[in-house]
């Protein structure tokens, strides 16, 4: 309905392993499949930026989606579902598995999931204040990682150091040994002068690595870290809280509160803000499967979900 | 012996022999003097040469051994020969003309610097008139053979040539009715089957621009890779070009709709992509030259959808789109003569082509490099266009500055008087100071002294003018509230002080009296005053100009000094004293016939419980109020009217 177009807030994104297809997820519970092929042909039309297939995969809003080779997984409600992209693209949905981990009081909402493709395993961390670990082959969550004291915003992981990595509501970054489970390091980003923001707060709503480096931000100023010597190096002046960033050649894309997708540079320095459909942004993604399909996308809290095919101008729109 | 008649024919080969000769010797002696020598007339001679000369050229062309030298050697020769007088004008034109109709482009290339380098000549008197119209119709027809976009600088150069012969004003060289370039179409790919998407990858590469880098670069083979393109931006962009081809479309509604909606669109993009990187653009630069070899320049627009993220970043390329909008939007608002009448923009389209202009020039500024100086200059060359529409709009009026001719030597006029005139010795023996005003004060009075010293300049008022409101705001019977009285105004007061220090000799009496403040230290003057001026004497009041006020304050003092009468004494302490005793507690009936206020009564009342000291307190008070009128008969008339006759005698008596 209108109404419900309205209100709808896109939270998670993931691009099939083709790269020919993009999987959204809302705030409804729902999943929906665009055809990136079809929106990106020359003789597309209004209809080839609707979804190929829209279907409720949760009963809570889908806060995460992650693809791996061949499997779509979900999380929504406390619980994580595996969906095959092959059946999905011939629009037939349902579910590979559905699974839950340990909960020990209610059921929390799971934020955020991440592959450690080391030993194949599933990070998640939400609501309940930990990082699960499930075994992808065996299907068992095989670790718990207990520390943080308010909930898990994101999770992100060090492949060759085999470090898993989490920011939380209690304003920490936790690094974490992923063979032991042990918390190695804990960063009070919140902490650090040239980051804080108390006007907004301490949390840490988004984070993401490449080898040394970390980017992390949320309450505090999105801000780049030196693994190695776990000290600040860059401090990015946007105004609003960041939600996802990526590190794309030499370039840090950054969205989060506020109508733009912001282009930043390494030493600290925007160098652009370039203006999106959503009022507000909550997920960024870059086709990395394809190279004919090779768009960024970004949604946020809209039903539109924005298209860069160069990324210094919106193309065009994906709509549910 | 009848004159010699002439023999076209031999003298045309006595011509020919001599012009051949000529060249060889690369002289043109020889010519003028076979000239001379054969007989006939000028005109018959002249016109022989000319088609003897074109016989040379012909024969030369046919043989096709001549280089272009000798062609351009004979075409000297016949220049000399005009200069000498023995050639029509026209014949180097029409050489040219044949020359360059024979000839191969890239000799013609050659046969045209010789043309350029001598425009001086062309220019010049005697070719000018005869030649102008043949230079214009070879030129022309150079023109139409050459290719726009394969021989761009050769057709540069005969535009420029002709710009150069032909003055401001020469109208075969203007686009007078800002007609268009109708054929100017830019090709893209309208259909999805052209699209450059399906083809094979063996297709060649188009000149090196297809280097992928920027931010969908790939680090693949350089083994052509498609790219996701943005086709709506891509077909949207590219037709807007027709636009610019051809902008009386703008006038008509549905096609303005679309160009609106495009040019947001594509202006929106611009404003989101910002240039910012130099570097970017200038390694683009770098590798275009690398891979072409020279600086290719291109006539018409790259158009392939691969291209347009590249060209999206060139700052030069949005520059042209830039400045096409506005050179549009100049002509959709200029006032073009040749407009049709229904080429008129409405309010809307007006107000979104001023808004869409602030926007442009923004984003011209933003463009690096010198952005801003870019787009002042833009701005100075579309002004200085509009001063050439309004030009040709006006019939391209001449702008060669006539000569005003002079009718009759005119007597040179003085602009300047001579200098006895305006010192004082001229016939008006007066002093002219340059300026109107100072000439007139000048002359009214040379000695500033003397001048403040005339009567005229006293300023100063005379007393009862000055006190005369006062002196009847004091009048009991007018009335007048003490909050109104002009004594009150304490500039009045102070002006009032000046005064009676300037007039007045009360001014200079000392008293005993203590006044509480100004305004009644004035109220008595004012009183006093009242007393010395009266006004029910006229007489006294009209003197001479030489008396002044002055004079009135020492008549006063005269009076009261001189006058023998007793009456008009003073009242001594004693005599006050002496009538105290005798008033006694009846001292408040003689308060009121001398005028004393009821807040003076109270007062007296107050300081003293001895109705004897009390009746003196009276008299004190009294007589600090009078002054000098505090005379024994006042007080005897006062003291009779409050029916104290025997102390009134007493007085009078002593």
């Given at each position: 309905?209108?109404?419900s ?5 896109v ?6 392993p083709?790269?020919?297809f ?21 003789d ?21 989606l ?10 929504g409600?406390?619980e ?14 349902k ?11 209610e059921?929390?909402?799971?934020n ?12 998640v ?8 670990v499930l075994?992808?082959e065996r299907?068992?969550f095989?670790?718990?990682l207990?520390?943080?004291s ?16 989490s920011?939380?509501e ?18 009070e980003v ?5 980051c804080a923001?108390p ?16 980017l ?12 190695r010597s ?12 960041q ?5 794309h050649?030499d ?28 009022q ?9 499967n394809?190279?004919e399909h ?6 946020g809290s ?19 | 012996?009848?004159p010699?008649v002439?023999?076209?024919?031999d ?11 000529a060249l060889?010797?690369?002289n ?13 007339n000028?005109t ?11 016989g ?9 051994k ?15 020969a005009v ?13 040219l ?5 024979c ?19 062309w ?9 102008k119209n ?5 030129c ?16 540069g150069r ?7 012969l032909?003055?401001?004003s020469?109208?075969s ?11 100017n ?5 309208k259909?999805?089957?052209e699209?450059t998407?399906?083809q094979k990858?063996?297709e060649?590469?188009?000149e090196?621009?297809?280097?992928e880098e ?10 052509p890779?498609s ?5 709506n ?7 807007l070009?027709?636009y ?11 096609s303005?709709?679309t ?9 929106a993009?611009?404003k ?5 990187d ?5 390694r683009?630069l ?12 291109f006539?018409?627009?790259?158009t ?26 100049q002509?959709?608002k ?6 049709s009448s ?34 002042t ?22 702008f060669?500055k ?9 007597r040179?006029t ?10 004082g ?6 002093l ?6 100072l ?27 000055f ?38 000799p009360?001014?200079?009496q ?19 005053l ?25 008549n006063?003092?005269?009076?009261s ?14 005599q006050?004293?002496d009538m105290?005793?005798?008033l006694?507690?009846?001292?408040k009936?003689?308060a009121s ?8 009564l109270?007062e ?23 002054g000098?009128q505090?005379?024994?008969d ?9 029916g104290f006759?025997?102390i009134?005698?007493?007085l009078?008596?002593?």
């Open positions: 309905t209108v109404t177009l309205l209100h709808m807030s939270f998670s994104q993931s691009f099939s083709c790269g020919r993009l999987a959204a997820g809302n705030n409804y519970g729902e999943i929906a499949l665009f055809s990136l092929s079809a929106a990106l042909s020359p597309a039309t209004a209809q080839s930026q609707k979804p190929v297939l829209t279907f409720t995969a949760h009963e809570g809003p889908v806060f995460s992650l693809s791996t080779d061949c499997h779509l997984l979900s999380a409600n406390g994580i579902s595996a969906w095959s992209w092959t059946e999905l693209i011939k629009k037939n949905v579910p590979l598995w559905t699974k839950r981990p340990n909960y020990n009081l059921i929390p909402e799971i955020s999931m991440v592959m450690n493709p080391r030993d194949n395993s599933l990070i961390g939400g609501g309940d204040n930990n990082v699960h075994d992808l299907g068992v095989k670790l718990v207990q520390g943080h308010d909930y898990v915003h994101c999770v992100s992981v060090r492949e060759r150091e085999a470090e898993i990595l920011g939380g209690d304003g920490a970054v936790r690094i974490w040994d992923s063979r032991t489970g042990q918390s190695v390091h804990c960063i919140y902490k650090y002068e040239s923001r006007q907004y707060g301490k949390w840490i709503s988004c984070l993401t690595t490449d080898s040394d480096w970390m992390c931000g949320g309450g505090p100023s999105m801000s780049l870290w030196h693994l776990l000290s600040p190096t860059s401090v990015f002046p946007l105004t609003g809280c939600r996802q960033a990526a590190f050649q370039m840090i894309l950054a969205v989060g509160e506020g109508p733009f997708l912001s282009h930043c540079l390494l030493g600290g320095e925007v160098k652009a803000q370039i203006p999106c459909t959503p507000s942004l909550n997920t960024l993604q870059l086709n990395t394809s190279t090779r768009v960024l996308t970004a949604g809209s039903d539109h979900i924005d298209v860069f095919t160069n990324l210094s101008y919106r193309a065009f729109s994906l709509r549910f | 012996m009848s010699s002439f023999n076209f024919v003298a045309k080969d006595k011509f020919t022999a001599s012009a051949i000769h060889a010797a690369k043109g002696k020889q010519l003028v003097n076979a000239f001379n020598q054969i007989p006939g000028e018959e001679k002249k016109t022989t040469l000319d088609q003897a000369l074109r040379v050229l012909g024969d030369q062309i046919v043989e096709q001549a280089s272009c030298d000798e062609y351009l050697s004979l075409i000297y020769l016949s220049i000399d200069t000498e007088g023995i050639c029509s004008a026209t014949t180097p034109f029409l050489l003309g044949d020359v360059l109709d000839l191969p482009l890239d000799q013609c290339d050659k046969i045209f610097s010789f043309v350029e380098e001598n425009v001086s000549t220019k010049s008197n005697s070719f000018y008139t005869a030649g043949y230079l214009l119709r070879m022309n027809d150079l023109l139409r053979r050459l290719s726009k976009s394969q021989n761009t600088v050769f057709c005969i535009q420029l040539f002709l710009a150069r032909f003055p401001l020469e109208k060289g203007l686009n007078l009715q800002s007609q268009f370039n109708l054929d179409i830019t090709v893209f790919n259909n999805e089957q699209s998407l399906g990858h063996t060649e590469k188009e090196g621009m297809e280097v920027g931010e969908m670069g790939e680090d693949d083979a350089p083994a890779c790219i996701p393109i943005d086709y931006l891509y077909r949207k962009f590219w037709t070009q027709d610019f081809r051809n902008p009386v479309q703008c006038y008509d509604k549905f303005w709709m160009f609106l909606k495009y040019s947001d669109e594509t202006l993009v611009f989101s992509y910002k240039l910012d130099m570097q970017a653009s200038k683009k770098e590798e275009l030259r690398a891979t072409g070899g020279e600086h290719v320049y006539a018409k627009f790259l392939s959808e691969k291209l347009m993220d590249l060209q999206l970043s060139d700052s030069n390329f949005r520059r042209h789109i830039l400045l096409q909008y506005l050179i549009l939007f002509y959709l200029g006032q073009v003569k040749f407009k229904n080429s008129v923009l409405n309010d809307d389209q007006t107000t979104w082509i001023e808004e869409t202009t602030k926007l442009v020039y923004q984003l011209l500024r933003e463009i690096p490099p010198d952005g801003d100086k870019f787009a200059m833009v701005e100075h060359i579309l002004n200085t266009e509009d001063n050439w529409n309004s030009w040709k709009n006006e019939g391209c009026p001449s060669v006539e000569r005003t001719v002079d009718d009759k030597p005119k040179p003085r602009k300047r008087q001579a200098p006895e005139d305006f010192l010795k001229g016939p008006d023996r007066k002219f100071m340059g300026n109107d005003e000439t007139r004060l000048w002359n009214l009075n040379q000695d500033n002294m003397e001048a403040c010293k005339s009567d005229s300049r006293e300023f100063m008022p005379s007393l009862d003018e006190f005369a409101e006062a002196i009847e705001q004091a009048d009991p019977a007018n009335m007048v509230e003490d909050e109104y009285k002009v004594v009150r105004n304490p500039n009045y007061g102070w002006r009032a002080l000046r005064l009676l220090s300037r007039r007045s009360h001014f200079f000392p008293t005993n009296q203590k006044f509480k403040s100004l305004a009644d230290y004035l109220d008595s003057m004012v009183s006093k009242a007393k010395e001026l009266p006004k029910d004497i006229p007489s006294e009041e009209i003197k001479t100009g030489e008396e002044d006020d002055d004079d009135n304050g020492d006063l003092l005269k009076d000094n001189d006058s023998p009468s007793i009456q008009s004494k003073m009242v001594t302490n004693q006050m004293d105290a005793a005798k006694g507690a009846q001292w009936t003689l016939h001398l005028e004393m206020k009821a807040a003076e109270r007296i009342e107050t300081d003293s419980e001895d109705v004897d000291m009390q009746a003196k307190l009276l008299l004190v008070a009294w007589q600090d109020r009078e000098t505090a005379t024994v006042n007080l005897v008339t006062a003291l009779n009217a409050a006759s025997q009134a005698d007493s009078s008596e002593a």
